[in-house]
Nanobody, 120 residues
Framework: QLQLVESGGGLVQPGGSLRLSCAAS????????MGWFRQAPGKEREAVSC????????LYADSVKGRFTISRDNAKNTVYLQMNSLKPEDTAVYYC?????????????WGQGTQVTVSS
């Protein structure tokens, strides 16, 4: 079983930065596409960014493009989300996700989430 633990959330002023980490245990992340999702109060969970298992491909939601950067360190079994120029609308609980394909269908895991609050 793969366990994911997010950290790095907190309260930051608009324009500030935070770096989220997602540390994995139980299995290697080498074969997983990793993603960050977020859910604001009263809203559905939305995809923020994802990175392929080889780190060769990344995708970003339009709302964070140019401000957020996803990266991974497979040696440390950790994925990161660097968030710059934060806005109040970035306030949400951020979740880490790991997914890979299998003969029986996709297998995915979620972390417990970390709160990010952008406010003055």
């Amino acid at each position: 079983q793969l366990q994911l633990v997010e950290s790095g959330g907190g309260l930051v002023q608009p324009g500030g930065s935070l770096r989220l980490s997602c540390a994995a245990s139980g299995k290697t992340l080498d074969y997983y596409t990793m993603g960050w999702f977020r859910q604001a109060p009263g809203k559905e969970r939305e995809a923020v960014s994802c990175i392929s298992n080889s780190a060769g491909d990344t995708l970003y939601a339009d709302s964070v493009k140019g401000r957020f950067t996803i990266s991974r360190d497979n040696a440390k079994n950790t994925v990161y989300l660097q968030m710059n120029s934060l806005k109040p609308e970035d306030t949400a609980v951020y979740y880490c996700n790991a997914v890979r394909s299998s003969w029986s269908g996709p297998i995915d895991y979620w972390g417990q989430g970390t709160q990010v609050t952008v406010s003055s």
